[in-house]
């Protein structure tokens, strides 16, 4: 079926470490493949997006590639910061449906 | 920045009392959607628009009921509210098939 899956968490690193999210998707279609960000209290946020084999997306230093042939858009950040701290949702489009699918969710904390 | 707005932000109600949650969008989006979210972060479709006078149900049996009398407006009604309906709830709109959606802050409701 049409299905986003996400590394689970939590995940706790340190300021200045480096950040990967891991997200699969299963190989139904051509779908595009997103990131949101959500912030605690609020609702969901675009982080990127990537609409076709190996576009990359990117965002406040954050990059995923849409790889066709691992089905993969693994989240990676360089350096990250307290305030990347935060729950991360992978999601893909359906083929034949208007809607998205998501993930689970990863909670990240960042510790100064 | 997306243009979509709930209200409440909180709501704390007894049970058995009626309640609407509104959500609107100044985009003219033909696409809406309700998603409600577990206190494990994963998200749930429960109600989605096509356009106005399009409501469907969502991957998750809902007790809940939506309207689409105009573009911009998509509220959500649960006609007897119940502990069992604490959750978020998160409403999103977006303009193309295949494309990503944009969401609102969120509604956070306490059934007491």
């Known amino acids: 079926g049409n299905s986003v899956t996400q590394m689970e968490g939590p995940v706790t690193l340190s300021e200045e470490a480096f950040l990967t999210i891991n997200c699969t998707y299963t190989a139904t279609g051509y779908p595009s493949l997103f990131w949101y960000v959500q912030y605690p209290g609020e609702g969901l946020q675009l982080l990127l997006k990537?609409?076709?084999?190996?576009d990359k997306g990117s965002n406040k230093g954050f990059e995923a590639t849409y790889r066709k042939e691992t089905t993969s858009f693994h989240l990676e950040k360089g350096s990250v910061q307290v305030s990347d701290s935060a729950v991360y949702f992978c999601?893909?489009?359906?083929?034949?449906?208007?809607?998205?699918?998501f993930g689970q969710g990863t909670r990240l904390t960042i510790n100064p | 920045e997306a243009d979509i707005y709930q209200t409440p932000r909180y709501l704390v109600i007894g049970t058995g009392k009626k309640i609407t949650l509104e959500c609107s969008q100044t985009m003219g989006h033909d696409k809406m959607y309700w998603y409600q979210q577990d206190p494990g972060m994963e998200l749930h479709l429960i109600h989605y628009?096509?356009?106005?006078?399009?409501?469907e149900k969502g991957d998750l049996s809902s007790e809940s009921t939506v309207s689409r009398i105009r573009t911009e407006h998509f509220p959500l009604t649960l006609e007897s509210a119940r502990p069992s309906h604490t959750s978020q709830y998160l409403c999103a709109s977006s303009d193309r098939a295949y494309t990503e959606a944009f969401f609102g802050q969120g509604t956070r409701l306490t059934v007491v």
């Open positions: 999601a893909r489009t359906i083929q034949g449906a208007q809607k998205l699918v």
């Open positions: 628009s096509y356009g106005v006078n399009s409501t």
């Open positions: 990537a609409t076709k084999a190996d």
